[in-house]
């Protein structure tokens, strides 16, 4: 019900009320700044204060007439007001309005995604502190690679969620952007007085030099960050789509009572929210694309991104939103198999320990290459015959020229993986 409830939430930014609320607001606080200047009479702002409104049906029925949006808002509004309408929208521009409401739009979207953010930091931090020594093996090229703890993947995870919270507080902070400067930024029919009061009105900065428009870099930014943030999505929830996989068993998606895997398989438990999210975030990526070639636009504008913008505008976010909000369930009610971890981790039969002894045998002194083969020798032996690798090291006659089986079972023990692990969790969660 709160997800569902947050979503509607986002929503409700990219609705034609809010919206119109947005320009509505705008139009409000350019009339108040040219009554500061002095243009304005106070009589006629308090009538246009009193009496302006809108009516989302008689907007969209005006448009069908003018096939421009901004001009059926106006005459929207105005018929609200009567003679005193004469001020509304004076010496600005279309855009003007539309993109100082679309920065606003995106900021209190950015805002719901930041909060988002923050929950599931906090999932992923439990997560990890509650796993912090459980052992499991690392993998590189999906091929096993040397012990790690499950609380280590954890926390791998809560830093790069947590770059990502920088990432959406800079883009946050980067489209609080408006300008009202006219038809090419020039300020010829509105002067920057009225520019800098309706900006910090609504929270918002003027943009240092614009067009018609504000520049379209300050928004790929966002969205290309929105991107990144559902990239990092979908390497978890590949993570996990791999730890689920039969032959691994690690971990998986919580699977309720009366839930169904398959159609024609009773037995099936698939891990469907992790593959719907892997997808979703094709989606986000695309949007970030579409955001960067908004950037080139002809002279000081033509209008090629209006139409793009009201698509990946509310898409994006919303979408985001919503694969957070999924993402941070999926992690919460996550079910791990530390048993299924210790029993992958003795798989291989102790070849993960053959770091350990190749850098023996170097402080013993021999050189990489040749303690490399020495030890390369065994582990190849044992990994086409399945032998136990320890009992095969003490066996070896070169090698114990070198080793004892003594400094071998203290090389081969386990302690030294995870030595650091406080450590590495000091610098992630700075404790």
């Given at each position: 019900?709160?997800?569902?409830?947050?979503?509607?939430?986002?929503?409700?930014?990219?609705?034609?009320?809010?919206?119109?609320?947005?320009?509505?607001?705008?139009?409000?606080?350019?009339?108040?700044?040219?009554?500061?200047?002095?243009?304005?009479?106070?009589?006629?702002?308090?009538?246009?204060?009193?009496?302006?409104?809108?009516?989302?049906?008689?907007?969209?029925?005006?448009?069908?007439?003018?096939?421009?949006?901004?001009?059926?808002?106006?005459?929207?509004?105005?018929?609200?007001?009567?003679?005193?309408?004469?001020?509304?929208?004076?010496?600005?521009?279309?855009?003007?309005?539309?993109?100082?409401?679309?920065?606003?739009?995106?900021?209190?979207?950015?805002?719901?995604?930041?909060?988002?953010?923050?929950?599931?930091?906090q999932v992923l931090k439990e997560k990890a502190y509650a796993y912090k020594l459980t052992p499991m093996i690392g993998r590189t090229h999906g091929i096993?690679?040397?012990?790690?703890?499950?609380?280590?993947?954890?926390?791998?995870?809560?830093?790069?969620?947590?770059?990502?919270?920088?990432?959406?507080?800079?883009?946050?902070?980067?489209?609080?952007?408006?300008?009202?400067?006219?038809?090419?930024?020039?300020?010829?029919?509105?002067?920057?007085?009225?520019?800098?009061?309706?900006?910090?009105?609504?929270?918002?900065?003027?943009?240092?030099?614009?067009?018609?428009?504000?520049?379209?870099?300050?928004?790929?930014?966002?969205?290309?960050?929105?991107?990144?943030?559902?990239?990092?999505?979908?390497?978890?929830?590949?993570?996990?789509?791999?730890?689920?996989?039969?032959?691994?068993?690690?971990?998986?998606?919580?699977?309720?009572?009366?839930?169904?895997?398959?159609?024609?398989?009773?037995?099936?438990?698939?891990?469907?929210?992790?593959?719907?999210?892997?997808?979703?975030?094709?989606?986000?990526?695309?949007?970030?694309?579409?955001?960067?070639?908004?950037?080139?636009?002809?002279?000081?504008?033509?209008?090629?991104?209006?139409?793009?913008?009201?698509?990946?505008?509310?898409?994006?976010?919303?979408?985001?939103?919503?694969?957070?909000?999924?993402?941070?369930?999926?992690?919460?009610?996550?079910?791990?198999?530390?048993?299924?971890?210790?029993?992958?981790?003795?798989?291989?039969?102790?070849?993960?320990?053959?770091?350990?002894?190749?850098?023996?045998?170097?402080?013993?002194?021999?050189?990489?290459?040749?303690?490399?083969?020495?030890?390369?020798?065994?582990?190849?032996?044992?990994?086409?015959?399945?032998?136990?690798?320890?009992?095969?090291?003490?066996?070896?006659?070169?090698?114990?020229?070198?080793?004892?089986?003594?400094?071998?079972?203290?090389?081969?023990?386990?302690?030294?993986?995870?030595?650091?692990?406080?450590?590495?969790?000091?610098?992630?969660?700075?404790?």
């Amino acid at each position: 019900m709160i997800e569902r409830y947050t979503r509607e939430k986002m929503a409700r930014i990219w609705q034609d009320q809010n919206r119109y609320q947005k320009w509505l607001d705008i139009e409000l606080a350019i009339c108040e700044a040219y009554n500061k200047l002095g243009v304005i009479p106070t009589d006629d702002l308090n009538v246009i204060k009193d009496k302006a409104t809108f009516d989302v049906s008689r907007v969209l029925e005006i448009e069908e007439q003018t096939k421009h949006d901004v001009v059926a808002f106006i005459q929207a509004v105005s018929e609200s007001i009567g003679s005193a309408s004469k001020w509304i929208h004076m010496g600005v521009t279309s855009s003007d309005i539309l993109d100082t409401a679309f920065s606003c739009q995106l900021a209190e979207a950015a805002q719901i995604l930041l909060e988002d953010l923050a929950a599931l930091l906090q999932v992923l931090k439990e997560k990890a502190y509650a796993y912090k020594l459980t052992p499991m093996i690392g993998r590189t090229h999906g091929i096993h690679a040397e012990p790690i703890t499950f609380g280590l993947k954890m926390a791998h995870f809560y830093d790069e969620m947590r770059r990502n919270l920088e990432r959406m507080h800079t883009a946050t902070e980067r489209v609080r952007v408006g300008k009202i400067s006219g038809a090419v930024g020039t300020y010829a029919h509105v002067p920057p007085f009225v520019e800098t009061y309706v900006c910090e009105k609504l929270g918002l900065k003027p943009a240092t030099l614009s067009t018609q428009i504000v520049p379209r870099d300050y928004y790929a930014e966002l969205f290309t960050t929105i991107a990144i943030i559902g990239s990092s999505i979908e390497k978890m929830s590949v993570e996990l789509r791999h730890m689920q996989r039969t032959e691994v068993g690690e971990a998986e998606e919580h699977f309720q009572k009366g839930q169904t895997g398959s159609s024609a398989m009773p037995h099936k438990r698939n891990p469907i929210a992790s593959e719907n999210l892997s997808g979703l975030a094709r989606l986000l990526r695309g949007y970030a694309i579409s955001a960067l070639e908004n950037i080139s636009l002809w002279h000081e504008r033509d209008i090629s991104h209006s139409s793009v913008e009201r698509v990946i505008g509310p898409d994006a976010t919303i979408l985001l939103d919503y694969m957070l909000q999924r993402f941070t369930n999926v992690y919460k009610n996550m079910v791990v198999y530390p048993e299924r971890m210790e029993q992958n981790l003795m798989m291989t039969k102790g070849l993960y320990h053959s770091e350990a002894v190749l850098l023996s045998l170097m402080k013993k002194g021999l050189t990489r290459q040749d303690a490399y083969k020495l030890v390369q020798k065994t582990a190849m032996y044992c990994f086409e015959r399945k032998c136990d690798f320890v009992p095969e090291l003490k066996k070896d006659a070169d090698l114990r020229q070198h080793l004892s089986a003594e400094e071998i079972d203290k090389i081969t023990g386990n302690e030294h993986y995870f030595e650091h692990v406080d450590t590495i969790f000091k610098r992630v969660f700075g404790e």
